[in-house]
């Protein structure tokens, strides 16, 4: 199905040429959903956009293209409105036509790319044995929805979690294991433990303000870098443990990965990666270390390797190798690619990881393609930061930073109130499983439904909210359309082929839930899921409004089946949406 914008381009397009315009090379006129429905369904800036081009007057232009623009079939004669917007009204008829082939699709409407392309996405990556703190948070759940959607739209997707299972913590953690270790604590719960572990021996060498237990840790981490048996041992129990309780962490959330590449897994790609960099030049000793410096090629604004102070350009070279000998995170990463590109042919690398790391990224991006990476299309998908309602970072009561599992946990905690509240009837099983996904989706759309750019106050009260931007609201949008179902007492399959729009309310919801099909591939266009759940929340409140204003089982012949055939369509856009979002849904709650 072409979408309404679609073919309403087209044939605006044909206008254009028929009015004998001159058009610039490749002019598309790019229609957009009207931003006020009074002005009809869709409008169209190209008049203005040409106008300035030609020096002609956009309104005079714009009556000239409408004069003999063609919409038969599909929409009333546009009008031109303010400075020269072309606005147009579908037909209702138009509208209509389109309930059967809707119906017909289990895509809801959505086409696949013509072109696919092969996505990496680098999601989540906690670091091992530290806490998986709020960012962890951000990044699981953006990358699992633009993985989502991706897939969706056709593309060829490989999720890699990065986990940072080779850092320096590691020094601290063996020392820890071999001196306060409790074995009974970390059999009854590994993280925990190796949390106390980590937190007791950094508060240590902290308050030491010395060198004694830094040394120690530092020797250790050195002879786990050279093979040190012992040491190799101690590390890799310390990572399957806390994979294990990742996994945990990820069931919940219903979030998964191809692969979980961990730092470590590169560990002798660098060696060899520093050699190739040196001797293509990008990278040079300085003061003993190995860094990655600027090639002189870019404007000093657009180069990542130079930094303005005091109005001059200095370098911010990225240090590749210590003078000691060790590598550090971006060497990683960099061999990271190489493996990307290798072993999975990636087209793009999306990595969706803080704002802070964005001179990281932007260094990383340009010495690969210096290494000849220059057919991959890199992209930090970078995002703020959690707030509490002191407006500083999001942190538990007594100052610690929030991990993730006590997140969900309370969230499900909180979730069970609003079941019992709304629905005290149905059965214990019935009411844990309808606040998990209530819980969870609750966490998951209080991100997701947020611009990932802008730092946001988490809110338990508004999260979890039957009123406003919600999960629970969205979800309770779903449960309205199956509940109509289950009093009809059965599954419609067959909703015949004669339809008949009468209200308002209907023709603006289906305009609505056509509209699907044109917000999913947005979503990708610069990686904002929040696109896709403005537009659910849209379609919630047109639902509501639908709903309120025209009874369906009680109304009767075309009236009931067109009506029925929106519940249908409301429910099937409803669910889709949110399971691209990693939302699972209920039929009550
Ligand atoms: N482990 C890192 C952190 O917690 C994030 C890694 C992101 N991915 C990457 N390829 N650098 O900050």
């Known amino acids: ?78 009008t031109v409105a303010g400075p020269g917007f072309i606005n147009f009204t579908l037909t209702t008829e138009a509208i209509t036509a389109r309930i059967t082939p809707m119906l017909a699709d289990a895509r809801c409407g959505v086409a696949k790319v013509k072109a696919p392309l092969r996505i990496v996405i680098d999601f989540s990556a906690p670091n091992i044995a530290k806490p998986m703190h709020v960012g962890h948070i951000r990044s699981t759940i953006i990358g699992d929805s633009l993985a989502r959607v991706s897939r969706f739209l056709g593309h060829e997707v490989t999720t890699d979690n990065h986990i940072g299972d080779w850092g320096t913590q590691f020094g601290i953690i063996i020392h820890g294991w071999k001196t306060i270790l409790s074995q009974e604590a970390l059999d009854a719960n590994p993280s925990a433990e ?13 308050a030491e303000d010395g060198t004694e237990t830094i040394t120690v840790c530092r020797q250790e981490l050195v002879k786990l870098q050279q093979g040190d048996e012992e040491n190799l041992t101690i590390w890799r129990r310390c990572v399957d443990l806390s994979l294990n309780s990742l996994a945990n962490v990820y069931r919940l959330l219903d979030v998964s990965f191809d692969h979980f590449l961990g730092e470590s897994f590169y560990n002798d790609a660098l060696a060899p990666l520093v050699e190739k960099l040196k001797a293509y030049g990008i990278a040079r000793e300085s003061d003993g ?45 960099l061999a990271t690619i190489d493996h990307r590109a290798r072993e999975f042919k990636a087209d793009a690398i999306w990595y969706v990881v803080g704002v802070p790391q964005q001179l990281h990224f932007r ?30 970072p999001f942190k538990t009561r007594s100052g610690e930073s929030v991990e993730l599992l006590d997140v969900i946990e309370e969230s499900i905690d909180r979730a069970r109130k609003v079941v019992e509240e709304k629905n ?20 998951k759309y209080s991100e997701l439904s947020q611009n990932r750019l802008t730092d946001y106050v988490f809110d338990w009260e508004e ?61 990708l266009t610069d990686h904002r899921p929040n696109m896709l759940a403005t537009y659910l929340f849209e379609t919630a409140k047109s639902f509501h409004s639908f709903f309120e204003a025209c009874p369906v089982l009680r109304s009767e012949g075309v009236t009931r089946a067109t009506r029925l055939a929106l519940c249908e369509l409301s429910s099937r856009v409803l669910r889709q949406g949110l399971e691209l979002l990693g939302l699972r849904v209920t039929e009550r709650m």
């Open 363 to 392: 260094q990383i991006f340009d010495a690969a393609i210096r290494c000849g990476h220059t057919d991959i299309e890199f992209k930090h998908v970078a995002f703020g930061s959690i707030l509490g309602q002191d407006r500083k």
């Open 463 to 523: 999260m979890l909210s039957l009123r406003g931007n919600t999960a629970p609201y969205l979800l309770n949008a779903y449960v309205r359309t199956r509940a109509i179902f289950r009093k009809l007492g059965e599954d419609v399959t067959d909703f015949g082929t004669e339809f008949e729009l009468t209200e308002e309310n209907e023709v603006a919801l289906l305009v609505k839930l056509y509209q699907f099909a044109e917000t999913v591939p947005e979503v």
């Open 194 to 206: 190796l949390l106390r572990v980590y937190k007791v021996l950094n508060d240590q060498i902290k």
């Open 424 to 443: 005290p009837e149905l059965t214990t099983g019935e009411k844990a499983d309808i606040a998990e996904i209530i819980g969870i989706g609750a966490v």
């Open 289 to 333: 270390a190995i860094c990655i410096f600027s090639d002189g090629q870019k404007s000093p604004a657009d180069d990542p390797f130079k930094i303005q102070k005091d109005g001059e350009w200095l370098d911010v070279p990225a240090m590749i190798q210590k003078s000691d000998g060790g590598f550090l995170y971006a060497t990683t990463d």
């Open 1 to 78: 199905m072409t979408t309404f914008p679609k073919l309403l381009q087209e044939k605006l397009l044909a206008a254009f040429i028929k009015a004998g315009h001159s058009l610039p090379a490749g002019f598309q006129p790019q229609i957009s959903q009207a931003t006020d429905s009074r002005f009809g369904h869709y409008q169209c800036n190209a008049a203005m956009v040409l106008a300035k081009e030609l020096r002609s007057n956009p309104r005079a232009l714009a009556e000239s293209v409408i004069a003999i623009f063609d919409g038969a079939g599909l929409c009333e004669t546009p």
